[in-house]
């Protein structure tokens, strides 16, 4: 298993950017899948984003497609979240996940490794 730290959550008000970031490693950056989930309180853990930085490829699930963007710096080792025009319903604990063999990006099961996950809490 990988080692996944997030950061970068916060309080902020509707309209708001923030940026997410998650220490991996770089192997885990270049080779393998790594993503971005949310879970909002009474719900079920949800996918968000997901990069593939070895065959340049992204993927975004509908409700954050223009708004979130993700990004990988194989070097550092991190996978970032810039998230903008951050609504109410993006309020939820944000988890990063790292998968070698992924098929389905989208899929949480597809994920072997989790970070601890990190609180964005959008106000109205």
């Known amino acids: 298993q990988v080692q996944l730290v997030e950061s970068g959550g916060g309080l902020v008000q509707a309209g708001a950017s923030l940026r997410l970031s998650c220490g991996a490693s770089k192997y885990a950056v270049e080779r393998s899948t790594m993503a971005w989930f949310r879970q909002a309180p009474g719900k079920d853990r949800e996918f968000v984003a997901a990069?593939?930085?070895?065959?340049?490829?992204?993927y975004y699930a509908d409700s954050v497609k223009g708004r979130f963007t993700i990004s990988g710096d194989h070097a550092k080792g991190t996978v970032d979240l810039q998230m903008t025009l951050l609504q109410p319903n993006d309020t939820a604990v944000y988890y990063c996940a790292q998968g070698d063999l992924v098929i389905a990006e989208t899929a949480a099961s597809h994920y072997g490794s989790w970070g601890m996950g990190t609180q964005v809490t959008v106000s109205s």
């Open positions: 990069i593939r930085w070895l065959t340049n490829k992204f």
